[in-house]
């Protein structure tokens, strides 16, 4: 399980951030993954809860 942003379409919510911040983190003003290792947070939570669907896992 892998989690994609597309900072194309991430408007900078911090959404995902709050529920996923052992693999997502701002840089700038998109969000972007900085680790595969979902075992600590709720990646299909945070695929939900962004407002713009940015975030996808493959």
Avoid: F, R, Y
Avoid at 33 to 44: A, K, Q
């Amino acid at each position: 399980m892998k989690l994609v942003i597309d900072e194309e379409l991430c408007e900078g919510c911090e959404s995902c951030v709050e529920v996923c911040p052992d693999a997502i983190e701002m840089q700038g003003e998109k969000a972007v993954v900085t680790s595969d290792d979902c075992s600590n947070c709720d990646c299909e939570e945070a695929v939900g809860i962004c407002p713009v669907e940015a975030i996808s896992i493959e």
